[in-house]
Antibody, heavy 120, light 105 residues
Framework: EVQLLESGGGLVQPGGSLRLSCAAS????????MAWVRQAPGKGLEWISY????????SHADSVKGRFTIFRDDAKSSLYLQMNSLTAEDTAVYYC?????????????WGQGTLVTVSS | IQMTQSPSPLSASVGDRVTITCRAS??????LNWYQQKPGKAPKVLIY???NLQSGVPSRFSGSGSGTDFTLTISSLQPEDFATYYC?????????FGQGTKLEI
C-alpha cells in the first residue's frame, strides 16, 4: 500500500526555519517525481515545489523561491522541504504528493499533511 | 496559467446531477485533473487528463473538455460527495489549481 507520512511541522517564529520530511513506503520511491503542495487555513491548494527523479530538475513557486528548497534521499525513501525566512503567509498545511507516471501527470497519492504555523 | 472554477459554492441535494466548470486562461489541451477534498483530509484525484476516471473512483463521476473549458459531472449525488472540488492544470509549470468549488447540501 502506498503511504506518504509527513512530519516536522509546528510553531515557528517569523524569520525562522523548519525542515519538513515525507517518509514514503509501498512503492519504489526513486522512480517517482515528488512535490509539495500547501493549503493555508480556509484557502485553496497551492503547489510550491517539485523534484524529478535522480534530482535532475527542481522547481519552486515564485512565492517560495529563494527561501524553500526541496530535496530527496532515495536511499531513505524520503522527501524533504527546507523552509527558511518564514513569514505568516507561509502558515499552512503542507502535503507531500507523488507524481503519476505515464503520459498524463497528476498527483496520485498524497500524505495526510503537516501543519506549519508561523507566529510570534 | 490561471484556473477559474464556477460556481462556488454550489448547493445541491442527494440524487441531483451536478456540473462544475473549470476554465483555463490559455489552452491546456487535456492536461486537466480534478480532485476531491473533504474537511481535514488530503485531496484525492478523481479524474485525470480531463476525462479519465482514476482507479477506484465511482462511475458517477465523469469529466470532459479540452483546450480551455472543462467540466466535472456527478450524475447522482451521494451523501459522501459533499466536499470541495479542485481542478488543476499540468500543462505548464507551475501546475496551478482552481480556487475550489464547495459542494453544499
Amino acid at each position: 500500500e502506498v503511504q506518504l507520512l509527513e512530519s516536522g511541522g509546528g510553531l515557528v517564529q517569523p524569520g525562522g526555519s523548519l525542515r519538513l520530511s515525507c517518509a514514503a513506503s509501498g512503492f519504489k520511491f526513486s522512480s517517482y517525481e515528488m512535490a509539495w503542495v500547501r493549503q493555508a487555513p480556509g484557502k485553496g491548494l497551492e503547489w510550491i515545489s517539485y523534484i524529478s527523479t535522480s534530482v535532475t530538475i527542481k522547481s519552486h513557486a515564485d512565492s517560495v523561491k529563494g527561501r524553500f528548497t526541496i530535496f530527496r534521499d532515495d536511499a531513505k525513501s524520503s522527501l524533504y522541504l527546507q523552509m527558511n525566512s518564514l513569514t505568516a503567509e507561509d502558515t499552512a498545511v503542507y502535503y507531500c504528493a507523488r507524481g503519476s507516471q505515464g503520459s498524463s501527470y497528476y498527483f496520485d497519492y498524497w500524505g495526510q499533511g503537516t501543519l506549519v504555523t508561523v507566529s510570534s | 496559467i490561471q484556473m477559474t472554477q464556477s460556481p462556488s459554492p454550489l448547493s445541491a441535494s442527494v440524487g441531483d446531477r451536478v456540473t462544475i466548470t473549470c476554465r483555463a486562461s490559455q489552452s491546456i489541451s487535456n492536461h486537466l485533473n480534478w480532485y476531491q477534498q473533504k474537511p481535514g483530509k488530503a485531496p484525492k484525484v478523481l479524474i485525470y487528463a480531463a476525462s479519465n476516471l482514476q482507479s477506484g473512483v465511482p462511475s458517477r463521476f465523469s469529466g470532459s473538455g479540452s483546450g480551455t473549458d472543462f467540466t466535472l459531472t456527478i450524475s447522482s449525488l451521494q451523501p459522501e460527495d459533499f466536499a470541495t472540488y479542485y481542478c488543476q492544470q499540468t500543462y505548464r509549470t507551475p501546475p496551478t489549481f482552481g480556487q475550489g468549488t464547495k459542494l453544499e447540501i
